[in-house]
């Protein structure tokens, strides 16, 4: 019954000659393949989901707006947030203005909202920075939080890290922001100030350009880290009345309505709850829309790894082929002997078919354990890689989130991994196993 796999685990044993040293290396062949697969499938998998729980944890689930300009905000914004299943709701203003601090000018995108309460402010309050604590600054868990996420009056403005740390900004200092909006304003100020009859009439426009221009002075009450580096070097956080002053909105006036569910994996569940809620000019959106196509870019990558990587596989197939069509040329006696014997084609051929599943089963087990091994060390690794070479393996200004190198093993991946190597394996030994049960005995035999 054990007569193929006796004689295929014998052919494969070392015994120091030249195809013992083409079985290791086919076997290295499959191993490194499901080795590099399985750590890039699980670091592309886990950079997807950094991005998932950073924009969860921090953008809103549910945007709804007009296009434009949504009037009478508080009549949706009370329908929505009697809902169930409903977090939290705010109307927002956003945009972009200019910002100066201690005479360095730059253009963050702000978001008026209302302050946060309950559950949604503990909830920002989790993603502020903190600094380290001078009695234990080796544990992250104990670090200071920089400030609160407080937006409770008009002059207060809660920065991301990135903005912080660009233009050394601390928690109380003073920011002063111009709305784009007042550039319209001030040139048509300027045709009417240069048309003017007397100097009284320039006068009069010169003052009415000031107050136009006077910007709106907040102070910082917090620094936030949302994970995600675009969200962090480029948002302030203000309240929805200085959104308002900035953008010359009435206070019933906004840019749309952000809602956070219970869930945000049923996001489209509450889109649908949404369209049947609000009249038929309100455009909802998830937020796996709005980030669409970041995700998009991801998903793709990882399809081109898979492809790419699948390749490796295919040359160890190659090898483990070479291996058994030498194998099988080197032992024609013995198949020429065994046929003599009574041994049936389909007995031979199982010989050189359980070589390749023997090399497969090793290749396999062998390459998923240094993955395991690769993705436990993976950050001390990419550690040692960026002080020795200078390499910046997973840079947070490139990639958009931090936290190290992200990793996620899924079992559909390992599943998928391990079926394909174990298959091209079984498929590359089938040509010597065909060529092997095809040899006649008197011929196999007279070849010695």
């Given at each position: 019954?054990?007569f193929s796999p006796?004689l295929?685990?014998r052919y494969?044993k070392?015994k120091?000659t030249f195809?013992?040293?083409i079985t290791v290396?086919?076997i290295?062949g ?5 080795w590099?697969l399985?750590v ?5 998998t886990?950079?997807?989901e950094r ?5 969860l944890?921090?953008?809103?689930h ?6 434009g300009?949504?009037?009478n ?9 009697a809902?169930e299943?409903?977090v939290?709701?705010t ?6 203005v200019?910002?100066?601090f201690q005479?360095?000018?730059?253009a963050?995108?702000?978001?008026g909202i209302?302050p946060p309460?309950?559950?949604e402010?503990?909830?920002m ?13 080796l ?5 200071i939080?920089?400030?609160d996420f407080?937006v409770?009056?008009p002059?207060?403005?809660v920065?991301?890290?990135?903005i ?7 928690v109380?200092d003073?920011l002063?922001?111009y ?5 319209d304003?001030?040139m048509?100020?300027l045709?009417?100030?240069e048309?003017a ?8 426009g010169i ?5 136009m221009?006077a ?5 910082v009450?917090g620094?936030f ?5 675009d969200?962090?070097a480029?948002?302030v ?13 009435d206070l ?8 956070r569910?219970d869930d945000?994996?049923k996001?489209?569940e509450?889109?649908?709850?949404l369209?049947g809620l609000l009249?038929q000019?309100?455009r909802?959106?998830?937020w796996v829309?709005m980030?669409k196509?970041?995700f ?6 990882r399809?081109?790894m898979y492809?790419i990587?699948?390749?490796i596989?295919?040359?160890g197939?190659f090898c483990i082929m070479?291996t058994?069509?030498t194998v099988?040329f080197?032992?024609r006696?013995e198949?020429?002997?065994l046929?003599?014997?009574g041994?049936?084609e389909?007995q031979?051929a199982?010989v ?6 023997l090399?497969g089963?090793?290749?396999?087990v062998?390459?998923?354990?240094l993955?395991?091994v690769?993705l436990?060390?993976?950050n001390?690794m990419?550690g040692?890689?960026g ?5 910046d393996l997973f840079?947070?200004e490139?990639?958009?989130?931090d936290?190290?190198?992200p990793a996620k093993q899924t079992?559909?991946d390992l599943v998928?991994?391990s079926?394909?190597?174990f298959?091209a ?10 060529i ?8 196999a035999?007279?070849?010695?």
């Open positions: 019954m054990f006796f295929a685990s494969l070392p120091r195809v013992s040293i290396i086919s290295l499959v191993a490194l393949g499901v590099l399985a890039v499938i699980a670091v592309f886990g950079y997807g991005i998932k729980e950073s924009i944890g921090f953008e809103p549910l945007v709804i707006d007009s296009g300009i949504l009037g905000w508080p009549e949706p914004y009370e329908k929505i947030k809902m299943g409903i939290s709701v109307p927002y203003v956003r945009g972009q200019v910002m100066d005479g360095l000018r730059s963050p995108m702000i978001r209302l309460e309950g559950e402010l503990e909830r309050r989790d993603k502020l920075a903190k600094d380290p604590d001078p009695k234990d600054p544990n992250p868990k104990k670090g939080p920089r400030g407080s409770n009056d002059y207060s403005a920065v991301g890290d990135g912080a740390e660009s233009q050394n900004i601390r109380g003073k002063l922001l709305s784009p909006r007042d550039i304003s001030i048509k100020s045709e009417t100030v048309g009859a007397d100097d009284e009439g320039r006068k009069q003052d009415e350009i000031k107050e221009t910007p709106q002075e907040v102070t009450t620094i880290d949302s994970g995600h580096w969200f962090d480029n948002i956080f203000v309240h929805l009345e200085t959104a308002q002053v900035l953008y010359n909105f019933d006036e906004c840019h749309g309505i952000a809602v569910t945000g994996f996001a489209n509450y889109q649908e709850k369209h009249p000019q309100f909802i959106l998830t829309q980030h196509l970041i998009d870019a991801v998903a793709a990558e399809q081109a492809l990587l699948f390749m596989m295919i040359v197939g070479n058994m069509i099988t080197q032992k006696s198949i020429g002997l046929k003599a014997l041994a049936r389909e031979v199982w050189f078919l359980f070589q390749g599943v090399v089963l090793v290749g396999v062998v390459g998923l354990l993955s395991q690769t436990y060390f993976r001390d990419a040692w890689i002080s020795t070479f200078g390499v840079s947070a490139i990639y958009k989130v936290g190290g190198l079992t559909r998928i991994i079926t394909g190597a298959l394996c079984t498929i590359a030994s089938l040509v010597p196993a065909l092997a049960a095809s040899l006649q005995p008197a011929k035999l007279r070849s010695e």
